[in-house]
T-cell receptor, first 116, second 112 residues
Framework: KAGVTQTPRYLIKTRGQQVTLSCSPI?????VSWYQQTPGQGLQFLFEYFSETQRNKGNFPGRFSGRQFSNSRSEMNVSTLELGDSALYLC???????????????FGPGTRLTVL | AQSVTQPDIHITVSEGASLELRCNYS??????LFWYVQSPGQGLQLLLK??????LVQGIKGFEAEFKRSQSSFNLRKPSVHWSDAAEYFC??????????FGAGTRLTVKP
């Protein structure tokens, strides 16, 4: 079974631009979660989507948004990029809601975003 | 909400030596506990998880972890470390209701 895939793997943008990252979950998984990983802040939860609905959201500004499609693929969008948005963005999929008794999150390799 | 503390930012062990990585959690009910490993430039890979039952959990790559409710701990152990175990290790706790929190991570260096 194919794992979680994320595209693109690397991205360079300039301040003020916007960016869209894509995540394809493992086949059959309905939950997709997004995380931001930086050396200073560690792994921080952005949001989780389940069956096309946002189920949980971390403490990030409204510039960060996402959506999930009917095939469970998810996109994350960041508008008006700032230097501090430079990070590794990880996507994880699970059968059900993350952190639950029946579920394990499987992570993709991440998208490395650099904002200049 | 639950939280996770990994007290050790960086640990160095010699190849062949035993390893213990500490994880403490804060949560009012029975937590769902996980250990993940991340190699440089890669995503996170699940090593093991605890939901209920036997408090000693066996994982992949020869790792195990023990849930100790009285100490609010879920420490990761390996009896003999290999050079390929050098990576960053993350402990995580879930509340069973789509809220996952990760620790800050412990970076493991293995000396030859």
């Amino acid at each position: 079974k194919a794992g979680v895939t994320q595209t693109p793997r690397y991205l360079i943008k300039t301040r003020g631009q916007q960016v869209t990252l894509s995540c394809s979950p493992i086949s059959g998984h309905r939950s997709v979660s997004w995380y931001q990983q930086t050396p200073g802040q560690g792994l921080q939860f952005l949001f989780e989507y389940f069956s096309e609905t946002q189920r949980n959201k971390g403490n990030f500004p409204g510039r960060f948004s996402g959506r999930q499609f009917s095939n469970s693929r998810s996109e994350m969008n960041v508008s008006t990029l700032e230097l501090g948005d430079s990070a590794l963005y990880l996507c994880a999929s699970s059968l059900g809601l993350a952190g639950g008794p029946t579920d394990t999150q499987y992570f993709g390799p991440g998208t490395r975003l650099t904002v200049l | 909400a639950q939280s996770v503390t990994q007290p050790d930012i960086h640990i160095t062990v010699s190849e062949g030596a035993s390893l213990e990585l500490r994880c403490n959690y804060s949560y009012g009910a029975t937590p769902y506990l996980f250990w993940y490993v991340q190699s440089p430039g890669q995503g996170l890979q699940l090593l093991l998880k605890y939901f209920s039952g036997d408090t000693l959990v066996q994982g992949i790559k020869g790792f195990e972890a023990e849930f100790k409710r009285s100490q609010s701990s879920f420490n990761l152990r390996k009896p003999s470390v290999h050079w390929s175990d050098a990576a960053e290790y993350f402990c995580a706790v879930g509340d069973g209701n789509n809220d996952m929190r990760f620790g800050a991570g412990t970076r493991l260096t293995v000396k030859p």
